[in-house]
């Protein structure tokens, strides 16, 4: 993997970008993911020769698949899946693995922050009585029932999940990197 200080700014400029793009559009478009991979892997081999090549590789199969079964049920977006491959270009299995998983916990956070402004925005459906009926199926006859959102409920509504991915590797860059 190469040196902390050649990544730190492309890959903080790749996935702010790609956080702001999918705030306003709702999208990650594949131009940026691609771009992104490419430049990871250039300078995986700029640094660490055919090595370098090996880290990156393994880093975008990584990436890709801790966000795939979030994409496969659903939850997440094909760019976000390509966002997080990208990443691993730069950070290798290990760091990928580690910002995926924290990226993860930073969007759940946010998902139920987002459920709890149901509580406090009047005009939106509050999702909380689907996920109490969801919970007490699932005890009551040991099956899981997925009750879709209705119109207006604030879970209906799409998630730009590539800000947990921004806040999440930035947020593990800077715990497992001290810039001191």
């Known amino acids: 993997m190469i040196d902390k200080p ?24 594949n131009f940026l993911v691609m771009a992104g991979a490419a430049m990871g892997i250039l300078l995986q081999v700029i640094v660490a020769g055919s090595g370098g090549v090996l880290a990156a590789i393994t880093g975008l199969l990584v990436g890709l698949a801790i966000l795939m079964p979030g994409y496969l049920m659903g939850f997440t977006g094909a760019g976000d899946v390509k966002l997080m491959g990208s990443i691993g270009t730069f950070l290798g299995t290990l760091g990928v693995f580690q910002a995926g998983l924290v990226s993860i916990l930073v969007g759940g956070i946010i998902g139920l922050l987002f459920s709890a402004s149901a509580f406090f925005n009047r005009s939106s459906v509050s999702p909380w009585g689907r996920y109490g009926l969801m919970v007490r199926t699932l005890f009551t006859t040991g099956r899981p029932l997925y009750i879709p959102p ?17 806040i999440g590797t930035t947020a593990w860059m800077i715990w497992q990197w001290p810039l001191a």
């Open 150 to 166: 209705e119109e207006g409920e604030v879970m209906g509504r799409k998630f730009p999940f590539a800000v947990s991915i921004a």
């Open 6 to 29: 050649s990544l730190l700014l492309p890959v903080l400029t790749l996935i702010w970008i790609a956080a702001i793009w999918d705030f306003r559009q709702r999208r990650i478009p």
